[in-house]
Every structure is written in structure tokens, then in C-alpha cells.
């Protein structure tokens, strides 16, 4: 078998598929493993077949252990014809991935990555997170009988700070400057065995090309023209372009849509980068936003997803905290109860519109990347109520309001 190395994404630079590290030594942007260019859907039944054995091809360097499965992928997508036509277009789709194991996108590339983590003989995983990739990588890591590190900043609230712990992991509250955890993660996983799985770890970002494969499957693949990705560090997005890529080297699908990358206004580094046809991103001061899930101020994939979108011909967006609640209460009309972060693919929709990006022959694809019942905080911003009534009127209370 071909040996696949691990890439720059920058400079091309090549090393061994067994480096742990994420990131260049010298030019420190992100590795990336090389494409796969040869491979073919393996047939089954995928109520009995696990989605790493369906796409088993497309991951040549990994070595499937059923251990560690929770059912991962597999996700609805949704079509809304309706809303299509209020904006003139061909269709949308929402790719629902509140329906994964622990209710986000994120176990598609904590699998792959603890996987990756296994095949090395890694007793230890960890991961630097306070939302959906804490929760995740704690799931997979119990599952998998690892001993897991997660850090989270001190001071985090209970509320999201349960969740995590529910699973058992090693939870250690760090005091101090939480944008260095990343980097300091990898140096202490280094000295002490323990194998990090952060926001754009290559084998992370792998997992992720299985939204791609499936969202081709399921529209018999005539690829959508734009799929819209909320993104915050950079991994989802990239890992679903590269997802794209592959099936389009081994023929199976006609070109690559264009991805489009929303931010929150609020904390947008790729996107102002973008607009200003910038090769590098700048950190943002003072990220403030709803969307937490999506709030990094220096985006470790930043550059690369800047790189990626030039080559793609797509484009970034930012979208506001009151599109981002309008829309978030819009796709509960639909029957799509997402979190803030998940909200931002229908509000760029929105924006696509009014910039007559969009026409009547596009299909797109929004990423419904988490769960509303991840921040049901959220909803004190929506005006929701219920209304009384005595049981002796209920009958003319509902003549009265029915039509
Ligand atoms: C992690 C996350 C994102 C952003 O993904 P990145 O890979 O960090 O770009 C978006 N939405 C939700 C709900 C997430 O948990
Ligand atoms: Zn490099």
C-alpha cells in the first residue's frame, strides 16, 4: 500500500504519518494529510455498517477498530423546497448534525482521531475545549477505556461544565492565558504520552470528509453548488472541502461546490481577513458573540482556510448576533431546533440573497453543525411563551384561538 505522509498545508513540506504534531516546524501552519486518489464507497447496509467501514478507502492510514464506534454520522439531510422558493433558488438542504452521539459534528473527527491515537498505541488522549469537542472527545475517550485530559478555562460555567464531566474524564480547570493552551497542549502531550485531538488536528480534520461523502450520497451525487460551513477554528470546513476533493479524484462526483465559511460579527478573523484579500488572519481583541461554539479569536486553521477558499473560488461571511436569533427561531419553523452557532448557515443564506450571490439554479447545503439544547440559554433572547387556561374553558379557549 501507498504510504500516505502528512503535508504543509503552506509549504509543502513532508513528514512521516506517525508525527503527532499538527503543525509545520518551519513555517508552523497546519499539516494535512495527502489526498486519497484512489478508493470506492464500500457497498452494505448502513444499518449494520459503521460510516468509517463505508469510507474505509478514503482512510488508507487508519486501522478501524469497532471498539471505539458510537454510530457516529449518518445524518439527515433535510430539504426545505419552501424556503428554496422564497429565495428564488433551486434548493436547501440542511445537513443535520445534532443527531451524531453527542449531538455535534465533533465526533466525526474525535473518532478518526482517537482512532489515529489507538493505531499508535496511546494510552492517553486529551483535548483543549470548553464545548462540543470537551463533550465529545470525553464520550469517545470513556468508550474507548483511555485515560482522557480535557482542559477547560477556569471559571467556566456549570452548566457547561457538567456535560463534560458527566463521561469521567480527567476535567483540570486551567488558570491563566487560555489562548496559549493550544500550543502548550502539544508540549505537554509530548512529554507526557499523551496524544491531543484539538480543533484542526489532522486526524481530526479527516473525520470531518464524511459530511462531504454522505451529503454525495444522498443527493445521488449531483453535488449542491455551495455549502455553507459556521466556522470557527477551521477544521470543519476544510476537513469537507478535502472530503469533496477526494471523491472528485476518484471520479465520483463532477466538480467541487463552493464553500462558504460564516462567522459571527462578533468575532470574525477569517472573514475580515478575507474581505480585505489578506494572506493572514489578525487575532480579534474582543470576540463577543451568542454563538460561543464558534468564537475563536485566531483560528488555528485561519491561513489555511483563507488558502483553501482562494483554490475553492468560495467566500467568507459574517453574519450578526440578531440574524443569527432571527434565524436560529426561522429554523425552528422548520422544525430544526439548532444552537446559535448552527444558526449562522441560514443567515448567510439570507445575506447570499441580498447580495444576488445566489440564483435560480442553486442548490445549497447548510451544516446544522450542533444542537439548540446545547445552549438553551438562547432561548431567553427569543419571545416564547405559553398561554393558561382553566380546564372548564379549554374547549371554548380553543374554538376561540383555532380557525
Ligand atoms: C466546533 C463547532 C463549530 C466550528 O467548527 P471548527 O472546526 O472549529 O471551524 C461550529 N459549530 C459548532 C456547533 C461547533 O461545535
Ligand atoms: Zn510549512
Request: hydrophobic share 35%.
Amino acid at each position: 500500500m501507498k504510504e500516505y505522509k502528512l503535508i504543509c498545508t503552506n509549504c509543502d513540506e513532508s513528514y512521516e504519518k506517525e508525527t503527532i504534531d499538527f503543525r509545520c516546524n518551519h513555517c508552523s501552519e497546519p499539516l494535512e494529510l495527502e489526498e486519497v486518489k484512489i478508493g470506492k464507497i464500500n457497498d452494505g447496509n448502513i444499518l449494520t455498517q459503521t460510516n468509517l467501514e463505508r469510507y474505509q478507502d478514503f482512510y488508507p492510514y487508519l486501522t478501524i477498530d469497532s471498539k471505539l464506534n458510537l454510530n457516529e454520522g449518518f445524518t439527515p439531510l433535510v430539504s426545505s423546497k419552501a424556503l428554496a422558493k422564497e429565495y428564488g433558488i433551486k434548493n436547501i438542504y440542511f445537513k443535520n448534525e445534532s443527531q451524531n452521539p453527542t449531538w455535534s459534528f465533533k465526533d466525526r473527527g474525535t473518532v478518526t482521531g482517537v482512532l489515529r491515537a489507538m493505531n499508535l498505541g496511546y494510552e492517553k488522549i486529551g483535548t483543549v475545549s470548553t464545548g462540543n469537542m470537551a463533550t465529545s472527545v470525553a464520550a469517545y475517550g470513556s468508550k474507548a477505556e483511555l485515560e482522557t485530559y480535557v482542559l477547560v478555562k477556569k471559571g467556566i460555567a456549570d452548566e457547561k461544565i457538567k456535560p463534560i464531566a458527566i463521561y469521567g474524564p480527567r476535567l483540570i480547570e486551567v488558570d491563566g492565558d487560555y489562548s496559549k493552551l493550544y500550543d502548550k497542549s502539544l508540549s505537554i502531550g509530548h512529554e507526557n504520552d499523551i496524544c491531543f485531538i484539538n480543533s484542526d488536528a489532522p486526524y481530526r480534520v479527516e473525520g470531518y470528509k464524511t459530511i462531504a461523502f454522505e451529503i454525495c450520497e444522498q443527493l445521488n451525487f449531483e453535488v449542491p453548488d455551495y455549502v455553507i460551513v459556521p466556522t470557527s477554528a477551521g477544521g470543519d470546513v476544510r476537513g469537507i472541502e478535502k472530503g469533496f476533493r477526494e471523491f472528485f479524484n476518484v471520479g465520483l462526483i463532477k466538480k467541487v461546490p463552493k464553500m462558504i465559511v460564516v462567522q459571527a460579527a462578533g468575532c470574525s478573523p477569517i472573514y475580515n481577513a478575507f474581505k480585505d484579500n489578506k494572506l493572514v488572519i489578525d487575532r480579534v481583541m474582543d470576540p463577543d458573540t451568542i454563538a460561543h461554539a464558534i468564537e475563536n479569536p485566531y483560528p488555528p486553521s485561519g491561513n489555511q482556510v483563507l488558502r483553501m477558499l482562494k483554490r475553492n473560488g468560495g467566500l467568507a461571511i459574517a453574519v450578526t448576533d440578531e440574524e443569527i436569533l432571527k434565524f436560529q427561531n426561522k429554523l425552528a419553523s422548520l422544525g430544526l431546533f439548532v444552537q446559535p452557532a448552527s444558526a449562522t448557515s441560514l443567515a448567510a443564506i439570507d445575506k447570499l440573497y441580498k447580495d444576488n450571490i445566489i440564483g435560480e439554479s442553486d442548490r445549497i447545503v447548510c451544516i446544522l453543525t450542533g444542537s439548540g439544547l446545547k445552549y438553551t440559554a438562547a432561548l431567553d433572547k427569543h419571545e416564547l411563551k405559553a398561554h393558561g387556561c382553566k380546564l372548564e374553558e379549554l374547549n371554548d379557549y380553543i374554538k376561540k384561538v383555532g380557525k
